[in-house]
């Protein structure tokens, strides 16, 4: 799978997923912007996609935030002059009860962070990808399908439920522009935000116990699939949804 001389935005890109799809990504000689709110973790990312003799533009911004996210496609396109592929991996866990009286502040947090940037993105993006018939692909995750037995992480599933329905509408709207659209959804992975999830009681047996193959998958595992939905070997997928959660769904 060559992406050479193909651009790749990547949000969530200093760490996890975001950042071993960037590096796989160089490793196919796409050139990759990547945006991320830490700026040593962008540039670590960075310094490793470079050694496969790639361009970087590394993007500092919190997705979060209406007014930052509206810089991040038109500075790719300044420095690259074109867009191929899409990847919004940023999102935020919340483990808190529906009960609690901060759950409509970070309702909203959440719907800020995991939700708002991959809508206002895929609009400021459609153009550009519209002229390179290209694609974007969503990081969503299992518990958008799934409570998985898990209480307080409903405002999380919810965004990424809501994160589904919106890529499959994208993907209708999008193909009359030849702009494929898909859904990778992980279960869990070994990233910081898994170590953090659910709060220091939770162990990696339990972690474990999800799945039905008694392993976590690794962040290079979910990149090699994403790399292949971009890729032309997906050319006649779209609105389509991937799970890699080592058999998580079937088990709940």
């Given at each position: 799978m060559?992406?050479?001389?193909k651009?790749?935005?990547i ?6 997923i975001?950042?071993?799809t960037?590096?796989e990504?160089a490793k196919?000689?796409?050139?990759v ?6 700026e040593?973790?962008l ?11 790639v ?11 209406e007014?930052?996210?509206n ?5 790719t ?7 191929d592929v ?9 483990s ?10 970070t309702y909203?947090?959440v719907?800020a962070?995991?939700?708002q ?10 153009p550009?990808?519209?002229?390179t018939k ?11 399908k799934s ?8 405002l ?17 709207e ?6 494929r659209v ?5 279960g ?5 935000m898994?170590a ?5 009681n939770?162990?990696?047996?339990d ?15 979910v990149a090699?699939l994403i790399?292949?939905l ?6 006649g ?8 959660d080592?058999?998580t769904?079937?088990?709940f």
């Amino acid at each position: 799978m060559s992406f050479k001389n193909k651009v790749v935005l990547i949000t969530g890109g200093g760490a996890g997923i975001g950042a071993a799809t960037a590096e796989e990504f160089a490793k196919e000689g796409a050139n990759v912007a990547i945006v991320a709110r830490t700026e040593v973790n962008l540039n670590e990312v960075a310094q490793k996609c470079e050694k496969h003799g790639v361009k970087v533009l590394t993007i500092t911004a919190d997705v979060s935030k209406e007014n930052e996210v509206n810089t991040i496609v038109q500075k790719t396109i300044d420095k690259f002059g074109q867009l191929d592929v899409l990847i919004n991996n940023a999102a935020m866990y919340v483990s808190l009860p529906i009960t609690s009286p901060d759950t409509l502040p970070t309702y909203h947090k959440v719907l800020a962070t995991n939700l708002q940037p991959v809508v206002q993105l895929t609009n400021l993006a459609a153009p550009y990808l519209a002229k390179t018939k290209g694609n974007i692909i969503n990081i969503s995750s299992v518990l958008g399908k799934s409570c998985l037995q898990y209480p307080k992480f409903t405002l999380y599933g919810m965004s990424k439920a809501a994160l589904d329905y919106f890529s499959k509408g994208s993907a209708l709207e999008l193909a009359p522009s030849g702009i494929r659209v898909n859904v990778v959804s992980p279960g869990p992975v070994n990233t910081a935000m898994l170590a953090g999830a659910g709060g220091s009681n939770r162990t990696n047996d339990d972690n474990l116990n999800l799945t039905i193959l008694n392993r976590i998958s690794e962040p290079v595992e979910v990149a090699d699939l994403i790399l292949f939905l971009a890729s032309d070997k997906a050319k006649g997928i779209t609105g389509a949804y991937y799970n890699i959660d080592n058999g998580t769904l079937v088990k709940f």
